[in-house]
Every structure is written in C-alpha cells, then in structure tokens.
C-alpha cells in the first residue's frame, strides 16, 4: 500500500523561510513525477512545483525565483525549499505522488503552511 507522508509546515513571518519534505513509499514502481500542491481557503487546489525521475522542474509562476524543489530519487523523497514568504502563499500544501505522468498519483494528507504578516 502506497503511503505518502509530508512534514515541515508551520508558521512563518512574511519573508521568512520554510522546506517542506515529503516521503513516498509501497510501491513496486519507482514514482516518475512528484510535486507540491496547495489549498488555500475557498479556493482550489492547484499545482506549486514538480519534479520528474529525471530532474526535470516545472513551478507555478507565483512561486518562481522564490521556492525551489528537489529530489533524492533513491528514497523517492521531495523538498520544497520556500523562501521570502508571503501571505499569499498561506494554504494546506499536498504532496502527490505518480508511478505514469498524467495519471493521479497517491497523495499525503497535507502539511498547513501559515505566513503572518
């Protein structure tokens, strides 16, 4: 059975600092793409940054320059790195995890991020 587990969020000031990590693990098949998601209050969830098998990132426009995510492929284990942050970018932050591209992949049960300004 596939578990995902995130850890790392908190409350922060504005410009500070924060790295989330995330642990996938149970399956059989490495996963080839992991990312971040967020849910702010009433509003949907939506894409931050991932990360593929082969180090190929892709981040949401509202975060580039400002959080970087990595990988260590051998634990199929994901960080999110978050600098400068703002007010904005308080929400429950998901970890996803997806054997095929595309596909829906498994989830963690979210990590609360708070940024007081």
């Known amino acids: 059975q596939v578990q995902v587990v995130e850890s790392g969020g908190g409350l922060v000031q504005a410009g500070g600092s924060l790295r989330l990590s995330c642990a996938a693990s149970?399956?059989?098949?490495?996963?080839?793409?992991m990312g971040w998601y967020r849910q702010a209050p009433g509003k949907q969830r939506g894409l931050v940054a991932s990360i593929t098998s082969g180090g190929t990132t892709s981040y949401a426009d509202s975060v580039k320059g400002r959080f970087t995510i990595s990988r260590d492929s051998a634990k199929d284990t994901v960080y999110l790195q978050m600098n400068n942050l703002k007010s904005e970018d308080t929400a429950v932050y998901y970890c996803?995890?997806?054997?095929?591209?595309?596909?829906?992949?498994?989830w963690g049960q979210g990590t609360p991020v708070t940024v007081s300004s």
């Open positions: 996803n995890a997806a054997v095929i591209a595309g596909t829906p992949g498994f």
């Open positions: 149970g399956s059989v098949f490495s996963f080839s793409v």
